[in-house]
Each structure stands twice: as C-alpha cells, then as structure tokens.
C-alpha cells in the first residue's frame, strides 16, 4: 500500500475502514511532516487538538458512526476564528489572537469527522492575490518554490499539494481557491452562491464570498463539498444538493454546449500556453461527444473598477483595533482608505455596476453547459514580484491583470472550478477554469471528473515534498 500521505482522503477513509490504518499514527505522521513544512503552508500547528479529534475518529470508526471523511487529514484556512487556537489573519495586528468561537465551517468540517492539523497560511486580511504575510513564511508552489502559491488560500493549496493533507478548506472572493489551485497543480472549487455560508470574517452580504473545498482529485473535491454543505448558510437561497456531490461524478453526462473564452476580462494579456491548455481540454470534451466552440469574451473595465471598490470596502470592512492602522501592509492600507474616500452612493452604483456587468456575460454565455476560460492569465508570479509596497495603486492593478477572469464567477455566483490541466515543459502547472451555471455545481464536478480521465494529473508529483 502507499504511504498514507499519498493516499486520497477517500482511500485513507478506505484504509481505516478495513481497519490497514489507524487514524491517530496517520495523523502523528501528518503532523511529523507538518513540522517540516517548508513551503509556507502553516501559521500554526494545532497537534493537542488534532490528536485529541483523531483518537475521537477513530471511535466512531470502530462503533460504525462515522462519516464518509472521519479521520481524514485536513487544515482550516487561517482567515476562519478556531477556538482556542491561534487566528493571525496573515496580520501582525492579529498575530496573538485566539478565538473562543469557531467559524461555522470549523464546526461542520469537525461534525463531520475531518481532523485538522492546524491553518493554512494567507495575506493579511485575505486581501492579496499571492501568499507572504507579515506573520509567516511566504506559500511558494510545490512544483516550483521560488514561485508564489497565489492567494489568499495559497498555504491551503500548498498543504494539500505537497501532500500535508489530502483535503483542505479554503475561500474565495476573487478567485481565492482557483487561483492558489491553478498555482499548485491542485483543484480549487468555488461552489454556487448561497451553497455555503461566507463565514464570519469572510461574510460580505453582498454574495461575492465563499467557502470551498481544495484537494488533489474531483473526487475528494466533492467529497469535502458534501462534508461542508451540511450547514446551509442563513438568509440566502441554497441550491438543490442534487443527491450528493461526490455521486455526481460518476453519473453519465449528457451532451452539452461547451464554450471556450479567450483572452481576460480584466484585460491582461494571456500566456499562450495556459491558452493552448483550455483548447486541450475543450479538445478532449470534443472527443467525448460534446459540442465546444469559441467565443469572444470581451474586456470589462466596468466590471473591474466595480469589482475592485467593493473588494477595497470589504477590506474596510474588516475591524482593525484602534491605533493598529499603521501596522497594516501597504496594499491593505491603500484598499481601506480607497474605500473610505468612496461614498455610499459610489459604492451603491458600484454594487449595481458590478449586478449589471455580471448579467451582461451570463447574457452572453446563457446557451452554455460549460464555460472554458484561463484561471489565471500567466504563470504564478514570483516570491515578491507582485508585491509593491512602494506603489500600492500599481500593485493592485497588477493583481488585477494577474487574476483576470476569476471575478467572474464572484459577481455572477455562478460555480467555478480550477483544474490542473496544463503543464510547462519544466512541470510548472496550468490551470484551466470550468464555470456552469447556478446551482449546476453537480454538473460542474461531473465534467470535471470526465477531463480528469480523459487528461489526469494524478502521476505529476512535486518537486519540492
């Protein structure tokens, strides 16, 4: 048998079942190679705690009241309050907080039996698109270090691609899973709005965040998807489970219409090889009997600027203890006092802006099953390369060409997924984003299990584990 680091979290799940593992060494040895974490995967270790839930898996394993994911290895992003464990926010302000309220995620993922080992490094606040925080080592990618895990779940994709665990959670305001996920040769899944709720600090009231499962194969995305949607969110419509996520990916797709986009809508130029990877996958639908076809996706600086003023007011919006301003990285300061220079009727206008632009393209793409589209518009930047500290205004402009479609799927609500699906000739990963639309993240997954046959990653291994 593999090392149970190799193993998917619903082989390990198997593993226990037939009684060839036992939950507490496997997650010791997690642990074990947590500590040796390198690549900026955690702020912080809980192993009290995470030996404590493993020898309670592993007791409702052995009386037959366990769960499809009980014992299994995972992280909590580390923007998600844990009681009684260290929350920094990627902040320094925020470097000695410890919760006495867990996030409702938290909750769910422990009710349903997932042991996390600790949380996964992010920016401060969240508000990045790459992972180097104040409080942490910076998140490179595995299968290239001396290159940015993206952000802001950038430490959860990396602990799930170097094999720290198999399944992590993270969330997504602007492409926070895919992005990561396309850094790390991962799969990042942002379900439909209203599936799962945005969390405490990570709420935003206006539907652009979520929660969401990050892990190695479809399969065990939908799996930790079913896990977390046992709690649906308050006060927003919750789309049909559909009779599970994870039998969705063995169900029989029907024929669809598959659109493949070109260029960003953020306008930043495209790489042509992360190009060539959404035709190979459109290709490979093709020759499973869908019908795929090009379309033009035009750029919209409406929809960016926006986007981008209600992102500076959700930075805003995060309380800041008083006095700590100063404390804060540049380019968090500069989105907070961009939203405080805004006024109440500019950021209504940008609210209806952004509804409107986002009906415009789901307008557009109204007659797809399936929208092919880059995750991310180039390879992941360098350690530092995106960081200004000098020029805040021009960082986020870069972050904003850097990311380029991923908002899409924010303001529509639409789900989006990032699969590994390209690949440069020195194994650095592509991304390919799917999109479908609300409430079809059943069908999102099962075309996602069907490009995962017909093009699998599972053989790539990182260089840097």
């Given at each position: 048998?593999?090392?149970?680091?190799?193993?998917?979290?619903?082989?390990?799940?198997?593993?226990?079942?037939?009684?060839?593992?036992?939950?507490?060494?496997?997650?010791?040895?997690?642990?074990?190679?947590?500590?040796?974490?390198?690549?900026?995967?955690?702020?912080?270790?809980?192993?009290?705690?995470?030996?404590?839930?493993?020898?309670?898996?592993?007791?409702?394993?052995?009386?037959?009241?366990?769960?499809?994911?009980?014992?299994?290895?995972?992280?909590?992003?580390?923007?998600e309050p844990t009681r009684g464990i260290r929350t920094t926010l990627g902040s320094a302000v925020?470097?000695?907080?410890?919760?006495?309220?867990?996030?409702?995620?938290?909750?769910?993922?422990?009710?349903?039996?997932?042991?996390?080992?600790?949380?996964?490094?992010?920016?401060?606040?969240?508000?990045a698109c790459y992972t180097e925080p104040a409080v942490a080592a910076p998140s490179r990618s595995?299968?290239?270090?001396?290159?940015?895990?993206?952000?802001?779940?950038?430490?959860?994709?990396?602990?799930?691609?170097?094999?720290?665990?198999?399944?992590?959670?993270?969330?997504?305001?602007?492409?926070?899973?895919?992005?990561?996920?396309?850094?790390?040769?991962?799969?990042?899944?942002?379900?439909?709005?209203?599936?799962?709720?945005?969390?405490?600090?990570?709420?935003?009231?206006?539907?652009?965040?979520?929660?969401?499962?990050?892990?190695?194969?479809?399969?065990?995305?939908?799996?930790?998807?079913?896990?977390?949607?046992?709690?649906?969110?308050?006060?927003?419509?919750?789309?049909?489970?559909?009779?599970?996520?994870?039998?969705?990916?063995?169900?029989?797709?029907?024929?669809?219409?598959?659109?493949?986009?070109?260029?960003?809508?953020?306008?930043?130029?495209?790489?042509?090889?992360?190009?060539?990877?959404?035709?190979?996958?459109?290709?490979?639908?093709?020759?499973?009997?869908?019908?795929?076809?090009?379309?033009?996706?035009?750029?919209?600086?409406?929809?960016?600027?926006?986007?981008?003023?209600?992102?500076?007011?959700?930075?805003?919006?995060?309380?800041?203890?008083?006095?700590?301003?100063?404390?804060?990285?540049?380019?968090?300061?500069?989105?907070?006092?961009?939203?405080?220079?805004?006024?109440?009727?500019?950021?209504?206008?940008?609210?209806?802006?952004?509804?409107?632009?986002?009906?415009?393209?789901?307008?557009?793409?109204?007659?797809?099953?399936?929208?092919?589209?880059?995750?991310?518009?180039?390879?992941?930047?360098?350690?530092?390369?995106?960081?200004?500290?000098?020029?805040?205004?021009?960082?986020?402009?870069?972050?904003?060409?850097?990311?380029?479609?991923?908002?899409i799927a924010n303001a529509t609500g639409f789900p989006a997924v990032s699969l590994p699906l390209?690949?440069?000739?020195?194994?650095?990963?592509?991304?390919?984003?799917?999109?479908?639309?609300?409430?079809?993240?059943?069908?999102?997954?099962?075309?996602?299990?069907?490009?995962?046959?017909?093009?699998?990653?599972?053989?790539?291994?990182?260089?840097?584990?």
């Open positions: 048998m593999p090392a149970p680091h190799d193993l998917t979290a619903l082989e390990l799940r198997s593993a226990y079942e037939r009684r060839e593992l036992g939950v507490v060494e496997v997650i010791s040895a997690a642990l074990d190679r947590a500590r040796l974490d390198d690549l900026g995967a955690f702020t912080t270790l809980n192993p009290e705690q995470a030996l404590d839930q493993a020898s309670a898996a592993q007791l409702r394993i052995d009386t037959n009241t366990a769960g499809p994911l009980t014992g299994v290895p995972t992280s909590i992003k580390d923007l925020f470097a000695d907080w410890i919760p006495d309220f867990d996030d409702i995620i938290v909750t769910t993922m422990r009710e349903a039996g997932l042991v996390s080992l600790g949380k996964t490094t992010v920016p401060e606040l969240g508000a595995p299968y290239a270090p001396e290159r940015s895990a993206a952000g802001s779940s950038g430490g959860a994709a990396v602990a799930v691609s170097a094999r720290l665990v198999p399944v992590s959670q993270g969330s997504d305001t602007a492409g926070s899973l895919r992005s990561p996920a396309s850094a790390c040769g991962v799969v990042g899944f942002k379900p439909s709005r209203g599936l799962l709720t945005g969390g405490l600090t990570g709420a935003d009231g206006i539907g652009l965040s979520s929660k969401g499962p990050l892990a190695r194969t479809v399969r065990d995305t939908a799996a930790l998807l079913d896990a977390m949607a046992t709690a649906a969110p308050v006060g927003t419509v919750h789309p049909a489970r559909r009779g599970g996520f994870l039998t969705a990916c063995d169900e029989e797709v029907p024929v669809l219409r598959v659109v493949i986009t070109d260029g960003s809508i953020s306008g930043g130029p495209v790489d042509s090889r992360i190009e060539d990877a959404c035709s190979a996958a459109g290709a490979a639908l093709e020759r499973l009997g869908h019908r795929v076809e090009r379309r033009h996706q035009s750029v919209d600086p409406d929809l960016v600027r926006g986007f981008t003023q209600i992102f500076s007011a959700l930075a805003a919006a995060k309380p800041v203890p008083d006095g700590a301003e100063p404390r804060l990285r540049p380019i968090v300061r500069h989105l907070r006092e961009r939203a405080r220079s805004t006024e109440s009727g500019e950021l209504a206008a940008a609210i209806l802006t952004v509804q409107s632009r986002a009906g415009a393209w789901a307008e557009q793409f109204r007659d797809a099953d399936i929208v092919i589209a880059p995750t991310i518009t180039r390879l992941p930047a360098m350690i530092g390369e995106l960081r200004n500290d000098a020029d805040p205004a021009a960082e986020l402009e870069a972050m904003t060409r850097f990311t380029g479609n991923t908002i390209g690949w440069t000739e020195d194994g650095i990963p592509l991304g390919v984003m799917l999109t479908a639309r609300w409430g079809r993240d059943d069908l999102l997954l099962a075309v996602s299990a069907l490009l995962e046959r017909a093009l699998p990653w599972s053989t790539r291994e990182p260089c840097a584990i």
